[in-house]
């Protein structure tokens, strides 16, 4: 692909892909593993793509030490262009002919963790999106697919198991104490889905039969000592299988399927064909060392990488522009998964509650701010950055639309189409959508195909105008639904979207009036909906179950939105009115010239005591509406923003929501205490959630009265806590108040859990997501920077306090002085130099930047301009910075 430049950073364009100009038939790696320098041989079998007029071949790679290139058995000259490996006298003609490179790596010095690398003496490989280039000189590409066999050597003692993609078909020992292993892939593969590990590793294994009668090995390989964290794993990873076969048909279509736990890991897991890699952050749970969301979070991600071996490994990205094809889709997928495990109306609704939490407290924000991109995106400077969470959220709920637009059993045809298409190619965003609108040839995406493929191409979050009128004498509703969707870099104007808007009408006293439930499919910018032989104004319910990812303006009344709060059918949209009218009285606080004072009425209190005391309502449900929506998301509804004076407004509702409902609370403390077996099922973990607000609650309020009851029961709760999420919430609730006790209890949490690495994050994390009084918490994180325990080399320990502080504690980042965005500079550049990846992700914690009020605005401004003239940056932070600063 062309390269063009921005800044001083070439760009690659989605309009420049060509077809490769050779195929990849067959490659035989070789391996003689060593952690300072590594041996590859690298044989490959090629072919010129008939399709593709004669051209050299360019083959990439990086931080290779180049031995040798043979061609046929033979020496051939080569240059050296840049990083590209590039052979211009090859045999002519359609025949295919074998390329021999050898070359050495230095895994030990790798620490960027993309290629190979070595983490606690354990080598493994990461090479999505482009990491295989780091291994071995190659077509990196995902388009090039190949059948692989891998012969690993090392030393026994050292490397006792030695791990590749596909089946294990020959082991043996070696002279020096050194032994091998030879893997063969039964499926071809784009190079990104390549995997190695070699270590020193247990497994858990368990033996299955499939529905279509197949017999699989599955495992989950961890460090010897934490084989007792891997059954919830395990039980996921069987939960996936069966789940997939049931709802899509699709079976696991390998022998042996093995995941393997890693400590460092840039991201959350990889879906290396048959050897996911994992973060240990998402394999290693039990119930004294991992909280109902660690677990939650573990089913969700196994349950995403082994989707993928359908949804991105049978079926691939032409090129990472196609990235949402698998993301997206894979997201979607393990969304409704981890729906249909948790079984009830109200579980799905929580975890959809959860879900749209996150896209509009994380793909809002992004798709408002200077890295805005679509979900297909035109171009980039460097593909890391576009793993994104428009790429995965935004591009899952484009999936939820088309599955919306077709019909639940119309998807699914829709998706066996898609697979009897393009098993084994690489194909684009538009062959998805195709394969679902060609399955159910008389819907509504059909209809609008072209138009609804918008999603893709165009940026920012559009907004759906309501506004309904009542016709008392005509006895008829109207309700007028329009949209529009702001500028975003690159795109000045957009057109019209396909938005299908689920919603119903409730009368004055919350009860549905029958027939009034439906999906409207908006694709005008302006369309009427009306509803006849209505007799009194009604309450219209509007994005049930949030149909479509907008922003819905709509003048609701406080009256309406307390009666959709109390009565709506669906559970999402009562949830979202309480949020609606505690936002709206953050707003008004916030904006307000007054002092900070009591922000929250009797009408919002004595809403959320009748949802505290609601006999019928789930503990988990209960927790979600009075949890107050957070800073950022305030943020996000205003033009300029004062990060001090949100925090002031939401720390004051909190204390009044603490106060005003203080026995309700207690009963709430009270009434939820589980002492059984702990289960992470979603009526156990919902009360434990609920418990856990409700403890913070009063320690909250004992914080003012000085009163020391509750404080003294969070501690002794913390002490005697029969889980993790127990015992972290007393600790938050403890440290949340600024508690005296806090001190003492963070030293025994760690004298408790030295050894353990995860829980030693949520102890980094915990300090530097506290709130701030006083300014006390930037001092706090550099004094932990400090502590033993602190690797900033590790990426779990970094985020656990540096993104914590930077990226999750508003309050306490953005400071009058500006010294939180000077130690998010130096901290930048201090990662950039060993990796980028994770330094570009910090990067973006000042992304929005424009939007803030003086003086943090010009603070921010010269912060991100002190990074971006740093003169050896990596493309990564660089492509992050420049478009921060661009206009
Ligand atoms: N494909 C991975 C997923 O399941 C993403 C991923 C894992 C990744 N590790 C990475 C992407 C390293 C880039 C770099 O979502
Ligand atoms: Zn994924």
Redesign the pocket.
Known sequence: MTSLREGNTPVVKREDYAAPAFLVDSVDLCFDLDPAKTRVLNKMRLRRNPAVAAQPLRLDGEDLNLARVLVNGEGSSFKLEGKQLVLEKLPEGEEPFELEIFTTCAPAKNSKL?GLYVSQGTFFT?C??EGFRRITYFLDRPDVMASYQVTLRADKAAYPVLLSNGNLVEQGDLDDGRHYARWVDPHKKPCYLFALVAGQLVAREQRIRSRSGGEHLLQVYVRPGDLDKTEHAMNSLMASIAWDEARFGLPLDLERFMIVATSD???????NKGLNIFNTKYVLANPATATDADYAGIESVVG??YF?NWTGNRVTCRDWFQLSLK?GL?VFRDQEFSMDMAGSVSARAVKRIEDVRVLRSAQFPEDAGPMAHPVRPDQYAEI?NF?TVTI?EKGSEVVRMQQTLVGREGFARGMKLYFERHDGQAVTCDDFAQAIADANPDSELARLLPQFKRWYSQAGTPRLHASGYFDAEARRYTLTLGQSCPATPGQPSKKAFVIPVALGLLDAQGREIEGSARTVVLSETSQTVVFEGIDAAPVPSILRGFSAPVILEHDSSDAELLTLLAHDSDPFNRWEAGQRLALRRALAAVQSADAVHQPLDAAYLDAMRAILRAPELDAAFKELVLTLPGEGYIAEQLDEVDPQRIHAVREAMREQLAHALQEDWIQAFEAHQDNGAFRPDPVSSGRRALAGLALNMLCLAARENGNPVWPGKALQRFKDAGNMTDRVNALSALVGSGSALAQPALERFHALFKGEELVLDKWFALQAGAPDRGGNILPLVKQLMQHPDFHLRNPNRARSLIFSYCNANPGAFHRVDAAGYRFWSERVLEIDAFNP?VAARLARALDRWKKLAEPYRSAAREAIARVAAKADLSNDVREVVTRALAD
């Open positions: 993309m990461q999505e999106a890991f840039n991201m959350g897991a990889m879906e995403h990488e993928h993301e894979t890391n793993y995965y990846q």
